[in-house]
């Protein structure tokens, strides 16, 4: 399973690109604000840090102008993704988008009609908002499960790329659902590492280690 982080700060992207942990960038109109930068000096800099996909998404809300910012921003850099919103203008881009030789992200996944609309046509990936659906006490968990299942009867090869993640648990329960990929918010993939029970045992192993009075180099 890939992990994106979902965030525009290119200080949080160098530091899980330097642990290793990441293979890909995902933002979105929201996080581009709050990162203060400008949106495509932003998406140039986090392309040169990771190897893997960056989405990148078009404001406009019509054909037309979807398909100006979606060939604007991919000649950024060979990593742009173009993520599009899920309805029927944005599909129609995606379409278009797809058979120009681009790579998609279809966003704001709410349903599995949606994910299927998506994968028809032509999308790289599928975003299902996990948490959003949470939010209005829908397990967004079922339906990253109704999407991978419709996906594999299908022989769709568009990935399952599980968003709005807030948790670890959320991460876990998107990989046990069989998504391809979880964009996750920086902190919640650090928390990702964490026990006390691993601090615990560390400190002990540390103490212990004094005490033997052995160097290892
Ligand atoms: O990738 C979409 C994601 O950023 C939305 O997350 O927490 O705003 O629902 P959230």
Redo the contacts with the bound molecule.
Sequence with gaps: MKLFV?TAIVEDIEELNDYGLIDGV?T?P??IAKSGGDFKSVIKTICGIVDGPVSAEVAATEFSGMMAEGEHLAKIAENVVIKLPLTLDGLKACRALVSKGHKTNV?LCFTANQALLAAKAGASFI?P?V??LDDINIDGMDLIQDIRQIYDIAGFETQILA????TPNHVKGAALAGADAA?I?AAVIKSMARHTLTDAGLAAFVQDWKSAGQSIL
């Excluded at 968003?163 to 807030?166: E, L, V």
């Design positions: 979902d995902t979105n929201t996080l966003t975003s908002f948490g959003r968003a709005s993640i807030r964009t918010p």
